[in-house]
Every structure is written in C-alpha cells, then in structure tokens.
C-alpha cells in the first residue's frame, strides 16, 4: 500500500463529511424556513423539497453502477465509464446543485429555484457517497476496514456540524432581508461553500487514484489474465443456455451469489433502525413521556456512536484479520442487539428509555461498520462500482419502503400507543431477519474452498476433454 491510498481516504472522508452537511442543511431550519416570506414553504412544499432530494437515491447509484460496470461475453469486466470518472462527474453535479440552491434563495427567494437545485444535488447525493467503494478499497489493501471505519465516523460528523452551525448561522444573519429571509439565505450559502469543496477533493481523488492504479497495471496484468482464462469455461455453459441478454442482464448476473446475501442482510439491518430516526422522537415523548428537547437530545445518541464506534471496530477488524465469514457472525449478533434494544424499549424494565436508545445507537454502529468493511469480500474487484450501486439501491428501497408501512400501521391502528409497540415488534424482527440471513453468509463461506477448487477442475476438463455433457453438469453442481 502507497501513501496515496490513506491520502485518498482522507479526501473521500471530507468529500462525505461535505456531502451530509450539505444533506441535512434544510432540516436544521425546517421551522424556520416557513418564516421566510419569499419562499413562503408550507409542510407540503417542504415535503416536495425533501423527495426531490432523496428520491434519485432509490436508482440513480445502480444506474451509474451500470454505466460503470458492464460485463461482456467472455465474462470479463468492459466499463463505459471508469467508475473514479463517473465519481468525479457526480462530485462536480452535487456542487452544482448547491450553488443553483444558494443563488436561488439568496439573489432570488426562489422556491422553485430552490427545488431545482436541491434536486440536482439529490441527483449526486448517494452516489458521491457510495461510487469510492468501487475503487478505494483496491488501494487499501490489509486495511480497508480501519479506513472504512474512519470514513463512516467523518461522514457522520457532516450532520452533526450541520445541526449545531447551520442554526447560528441563521440566528446571526435572521434580522436582515425582513422574516427570517436574510438568515435563510446565509445558510444556504454557507452550504454552497462548504459543498463546493467536493468538486477539488473529488478531482483530487481522481487523478491520485489513475496515477496508482497506472503504476499497477502492468504487474496485474497477467494475474487478471489467469484469472479470466478460470471463469471462461463457466460462462461459456452460462451463455450456450442463454445466448441473447442485454448488456444489463450480464452485468447483474455477474455478481456472485453471496453478494446478493450480503446486500440483503445491508437493507434489512438498515430497514430496522432508520425509520426509528423519524419516528423515535414522537414515540419518546408520546410512549415513555420525554419532553420535546429530552427526546431530539436522545436522538443524538446514535449518530455520536457511529461517530466514536466506527474507527476503533474497523481497527480491530484489521489487526484479528476477521474474514467475511467473522465479519458476517458478528453482524449477526449485533443485528441480534438491536433487536433486543426494541424489546428493551418496550418492555419498559429500565425506568429511563436512555439505556434503551444507546443500546439501539451502539449495536448499529458496531452492525453498520462491520457491513461496509466486509464490502470488498463480498463483492469482486472489478464490480465494485455495480455492487456499490445495488447496495445504495437496496437500502434505499428498504428505507423508504418501511417507514410508509409504519405509516399504514398508523392509520390503521386508533391508538398511538398501540401503533408503537407494533412499529417496534417490526423493526426487531427486521433486525432478526438480517441476524438469520447473515447466518446464511457464513454456511456459504464453508464452500468456498470447494468452489475455488471446483473451477480448476472445471478448467481441466475443458482443457483436456472435448466432453462438453460432462463440463456442464459439474459447472452446474459447483454453482
């Protein structure tokens, strides 16, 4: 490992620590953007600023996986775009977007304009966050797990100096431009500024990241060529049963099986405990009679475990050099806590729900940083960039997907308090899912040596046999 790889870590770590102030910029005046009377946001309109934003995360990180990461005949990987390039353009797209927001509150109290620009941002939001896992690992070997844990920690502290800058910003300029409006448009410029610095990092990363990877190439080169002469027989009895698919269709199949248990074990721990952020402050002060400031104060909590958690759980998973399979078996145990945080929750055995909600922050975090430092066992290489995608997609989907069945339970259910202890039963048995599936991950890693040793002999066979009968029957008992 060069110096260049901790370098770019650093950068990327900064570029997301931008990317979440930039984020959660408008949540911390969400009261105080209905005072401005030029863009006059009403809770609809604020709705509609807020699915503008987060709504291209559900499919804009997979289709720029795609683009990145295609798969042709022979199986091996033939991008359309260099994954550290479509990094790049994202990283100039969500700069864009903050200076079409500044300029449109600032210059022009614009709510429209606002929209828009929010709108190009959330375009690059989850991208920019997740396109590096396509490309940093490879300069991190033996140390992608301390790195990554570094990374989650810093991108954390983006939202937490958005909650305690943005709202003085906006107490120190309130006063000017009449209703609040000098104040919003402060905070918004500040956003453009600090968002503008992911634009020079991102290019930084970018050419950093060319630079190594020129200087590998030619010793990877007939490694990689080994490695593809494997996997040609496979695909060969994979395409003589499907000879017509789309360019999409290979890129999708390409992934191994395991990855798809990893990516689901990610979306069903991520399902579990997300939409508590929105709906544990209510239930704070609704079922267990916390305040208003006692509950968002409590709130808080999570976020400052993944910040203080992350790093030292990624260190240790570096120096024991816990593979997949260790990695997997301690998810699952704290995917397992976090599911007994819920039932801490509603059992009500502790007097004070604060033990209940740390229990909840530090079993995520421990959960959240083993996911991502398991990334590169998961998912090969070559299709970091399209397993980065899916992931993005995945979580996505599954945060967003809960919450509106928490919504459902709402308005079905009379009682609040009845509603509560059934969001809770579900998020602990999301939790208890992705404790079972990961479960799953490790009994697949027993196979892997005779899987690896099964190629070989797939190989033999096609080298020395003309048996094509033969071939595809052992390809398909190894797969």
């Known amino acids: 490992m060069t110096i260049k790889g901790p370098i770019c870590a650093i950068l990327c770590s900064i570029i997301c620590l931008a990317n979440h102030f930039s984020r959660d910029a408008p949540g911390t005046i969400e009261e105080q953007l209905a005072l401005d009377p030029n863009l006059s946001i009403t809770p609809a309109r604020y709705a509609t600023l807020t699915a503008v934003y987060f709504t291209p995360s559900a499919f804009v990180p997979l289709l720029l996986g795609l683009l990145s990461t295609t798969t042709t005949s022979g199986g091996s990987s033939a991008p359309l775009f260099k994954p550290e390039d479509v990094f790049l353009a994202c990283a100039w797209t969500a700069v864009l977007g903050n200076v079409m927001s500044a300029v449109a509150v600032a210059a022009f109290g614009s709510y429209h304009g606002l929209v828009a620009g929010r709108a190009v941002a959330g375009m690059a939001y989850e991208a920019v966050d997740m396109l590096p896992l396509g490309f940093l690992p490879a300069l991190l070997p ?27 910003v906006y107490d120190n300029k309130a006063g000017e431009g009449g209703g609040g409006g000098g ?22 990363v970018c050419v950093m990241f060319k630079q190594s990877r020129k200087k590998q190439k030619d010793s990877d080169y007939y490694s990689k060529q080994q490695q593809q002469q494997q996997h040609e027989i496979i695909h060969a009895v994979q395409e003589r049963k499907s000879p017509l698919k789309s360019m999409i269709q290979q890129s ?38 916390l305040s208003l400031k006692s509950a968002d104060a409590l709130m808080v909590l999570p ?6 958690l992350s790093t030292p759980v990624g260190i240790l998973v570096d120096c024991f050099k816990l593979g997949f399979a260790a990695q997997q078996r301690a998810l699952g145990v704290a995917s397992i806590c976090i599911a007994l945080s819920y039932v801490l929750l509603l059992s009500g055995v502790l007097q004070s729900a604060m033990w209940g909600v740390i229990s909840l922050g530090c079993s995520y975090a421990v959960a959240n940083q083993l996911l991502w430092s398991a990334f590169p066992h998961a998912c090969p290489e070559e299709l970091g ?6 992931m993005a997609c995945l979580i996505n989907v599954g945060a967003t997907l809960v919450p509106a069945l928490i919504g459902a339970i ?8 009845t509603a509560d202890i059934f969001m809770l039963l ?29 190629y070989e002999e797939v190989n033999e066979v096609a080298a020395f046999t003309n048996n094509e009968e033969e071939a595809e029957i052992l390809t398909r008992n190894i797969l």
Do not use: D
């Open 142 to 168: 033996g140390s992608w797990a301390s790195w990554s844990g570094f990374l989650n920690g810093i991108l954390r502290l983006g939202s937490a100096f958005a909650f305690v800058f943005l709202p003085r």
């Open 183 to 204: 104040g919003t448009g402060a905070v918004f410029i500040v956003v453009a500024i600090v968002g503008f610095t992911i634009g020079p990092l991102a290019t930084l």
């Open 252 to 289: 999708i199949k390409s992934m191994p099986r395991l990855f798809w248990l990893y990516s689901f074990v990610g979306m069903t721990m991520y399902a579990s405990v997300v939409p508590f952020w929105f709906y544990g402050s209510a239930y704070l002060q609704r079922s267990r009679g």
């Open 303 to 308: 976020e400052g475990a993944i910040i203080i």
């Open 385 to 390: 960039s399209l397993g980065a995608g899916i």
């Open 410 to 417: 709402r308005a079905l259910v009379e009682l609040p308090e």
């Open 426 to 454: 579900l998020l602990a048995s999301l939790a208890l899912v992705a404790a079972v599936v990961s479960h799953v991950s490790v009994s697949r890693i027993i196979c892997a040596e005779r899987i690896i040793s099964g």
